[in-house]
């Protein structure tokens, strides 16, 4: 049986920085509207959150604040992800004690690890907590290009419930959420959601969710009772935000578009640089809602 609780729309968190921390109360507060905008669920410390540029603690402070904000109204989702496997577990147990509702993490980079090495790491994770442990699968950014077979080899992992799929190959999602109709399968590319959901997804999870939930969830809502030209409608109106957002940068310009509709979120840590007041004009004009 699929877990429905891990299903639909999953707005992967942006992090609010204050001068020397995460801003918890700009996060609880976000959180907050996030759940009253009706998203499922949140996907925590994930890239769209920074977590590179976070400390160990940082990342568990953010998650244990999302969780006592909106954890009884909604799924979290922590990602643990890490250049280190002891890193992955210390974070995959907190996440367990804070009370988070299931794991991902993406497959370890940097280095150009061996299958059999990617594998032993997501058993680890799998084996340190009884939380559903979602397989992070972005090759565009980890170079980590598993073929379908490698990918089928990582789901059958005990305790592992989906994945997250953020990649073009329709193909290849359609035949991994058909050989495992029980877990539970996430568009990963806001601009192809409708897509997605055409070849199978859950839900989805994405970074420009945080700035434009309703649209989001439109999209889900329209493709779920089978209005598919009203889905694609949504998501074109979508598309005309994520082609600005791609152009100057996504996690920058989520940031600069809350601000510009009336949310200080704050800019993205170092090496992200806040945004030119070309890019700010340029994005002043895009409809969020
Ligand atoms: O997978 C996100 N990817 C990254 C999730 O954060 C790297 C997406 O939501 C993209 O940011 C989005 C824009 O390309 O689709």
Not at 247 to 262: D, E, I
Request: hydrophobic share 45%; charged share 20%.
């Amino acid at each position: 049986m699929k877990n429905q609780k891990l299903c639909g729309i999953m707005p992967a968190l942006l992090t609010p920085f204050s001068e020397n921390g995460v801003d918890t109360k700009k996060a609880a507060s976000f959180v907050s509207y996030l759940a009253d905008c009706g998203v499922h669920g949140l996907y925590v410390g994930g890239s769209s959150g920074e977590m590179l540029l976070m400390t160990q603690n940082e990342r568990k402070e953010l998650l244990e604040t999302v969780v006592g904000t909106v954890g009884n109204r909604i799924t979290v989702i922590a990602h643990i992800g890490s250049t280190s496997t002891a890193a992955a577990l210390e974070l995959a147990r907190h996440a367990e004690k804070t009370g988070a509702h299931a794991l991902s993490s993406v497959t370890p980079f940097y280095f150009k690890y061996s299958f059999r090495e990617l594998k032993n790491y997501y058993e680890r994770v799998a084996d340190a907590t009884s939380l559903p442990v979602i397989i992070y699968n972005i090759p565009a950014l980890t170079g980590a290009a598993l073929s379908t077979a490698q990918l089928k080899e990582l789901l059958s992992i005990p305790n592992v419930g989906g994945m997250k799929f953020t990649a073009s190959d329709f193909f290849q999602f359609e035949r991994l959420h058909t050989a495992f109709p029980d877990k539970v399968f996430y568009n990963g590319s806001d601009e192809m959601l409708c897509s997605g959901l055409a070849a199978g997804a859950d839900g989805g999870i994405g970074s420009t969710y945080n700035v434009m939930p309703k649209r989001i969830l439109a999209i889900y809502n329209a493709f779920r009772a089978n209005d598919v030209a009203l889905a694609m409608k949504y998501q074109s109106e979508a598309n005309a935000v994520i082609e600005e957002v791609l152009r100057w940068g996504v996690m920058p310009s989520c940031k600069a578009l809350l601000k510009l509709n009336g949310r200080d979120y704050g800019v993205c840590r170092e090496p992200f640089l806040p945004l030119s007041d070309e890019a700010l004009a340029a994005l002043a004009k895009v409809k969020v809602e």
